[in-house]
DNA sequence: TCAGTATCGTACCATACTGTACGGTCAAAA
DNA sequence: TTTTGACCGTACAGTATGGTACGATACTGA
């Protein structure tokens, strides 16, 4: 969107490296507006400006076109959805910020619409379903759990608290209600009262069942 | 799949009735198998068996035939996902019991494909997110709640218990981690056992959170 | 028996799709 | 300045799509 005319330094590897962002950033829109099958090589050549051979120039193909989409995109994520954990403190404080980031991160339009691909295209295309699998839910269900394992030895928690089941029981309940609604659009979204509202729910029914 | 050959009684509105449910089980696994955009009007028509001219004559176009198929389908499995709370007895029973048989409903594969087909088309079709909404998670929602405030009254869980957030909650925790995981194609159908023990775990926990 | 209708096969329309080909253009590298 | 190579516009191949048209045929209902 921002790089309309090529300006000065812009020459060989560079210049290509750019027009290849450009591509990625069109195209992400393109097939999370429009799914895998409803997205067409021509819309994206024409919104991209050049013309399509130069477009097949960059990806041989619109499956490999997707699979660098979701590449890129996943990798952009995997920082921003799995550091919402900070170790240390005390759980009640901690989880209550992660369930809230958590959900509010969940919530935004560019992550419900992959959530929505991701689940569209996983049962023809394993490999997508996979490659987000690690790069979002299992790194939060780790280092959520690597935390629970610290609070248990620190005694915040139950001893007797599995970490993986807590870490992942703790997801669910800050997934929340809302965040399936919005997936099938049946509310607006919510206001950030709602949200805590939901954070505040969920650290508690978890400390209710885990807690010291 | 079993209407080869008309039969004898077979005349009228009834024979008419029998085509249009043929082509709506065909068109059902197509449209799960492929998405909206990805299955075509030539291949339902071609696996029904007679013409493109007739299939065009019960359903008069794409849409149309889209709608019809997810009524049908949620119609259909509106009373069995509803139908999983005996209502009555003490939670630590009831709750297990829906728990595994909520999740086991969940987890078949048909309803896999349709929870991906929905999630996918809630976006470009609301109307379809809305109807999905209404004829299974609102009811399941709506019911357990109302199960869950008997269970209040009648002292088996605590006395602030709000039913409508329990109940979410509860539902949250039945569905697990496994249904995810399904969902993005990451993993093998569960054995029985693990169905339990999700069970198990849920209910564990809400009891911890709610219990009297 | 006979009219009416549902269905059939098939061809077709207009459009859209992915992917390729090709000659012209323009800017960077030598 | 000359060469190189990326990029452009456009056209095209080949196929598939949703949807229609139509005459032939088989079957229902009276």
């Not at 750019?18 to 429009?34: E, P």
């Not at 839910?137 to 780790?142: H, I, M, Y």
């Not at 970490?163 to 997934?175: D, G, N, T, V, W």
Request: proline share 4%; aromatic share 10%; net charge negative.
């Amino acid at each position: 969107m921002e790089t309309g005319k090529p300006q000065q330094a812009d020459s060989g590897e560079a210049r290509r490296e750019r027009k290849r962002r450009q591509i990625l950033d069109i195209a992400r829109d393109v097939f999370l507006r429009d799914g895998f099958s409803g997205t067409s090589m021509s819309e994206i050549s024409a919104k991209v400006g050049g013309s399509k051979g130069t477009l097949y120039a960059y990806f041989a193909s619109k499956n490999e076109l997707f699979q660098a989409v979701l590449e890129d995109f996943l990798a952009r994520h995997e920082a921003e959805i799995s550091g919402t954990i900070t170790a240390g403190g005390p759980p009640g404080e901690v989880l209550l910020a992660f369930s809230e980031r958590f959900l509010e991160v969940l919530l935004r339009p560019e992550n419900l619409a992959l959530l929505r691909l991701v689940y569209a295209e996983a049962g023809r295309f394993p490999e997508v379903g996979q490659a987000f699998y690690d790069s979002g839910p299992a790194n939060a269900e780790q280092h959520l759990a690597e935390y629970i394992r610290g609070a248990v030895e620190g005694g915040f928690l139950k001893q007797d608290t599995e970490p993986y089941l807590a870490a992942r029981q703790m997801i669910l309940l800050s997934q929340g209600w809302i965040h399936n609604r919005r997936l099938w659009n049946v509310t607006p979204a919510p206001s950030e009262a709602e949200i805590k509202e939901n954070a505040h729910a969920a650290v508690r029914t978890f400390l209710a069942a885990f807690g010291a």
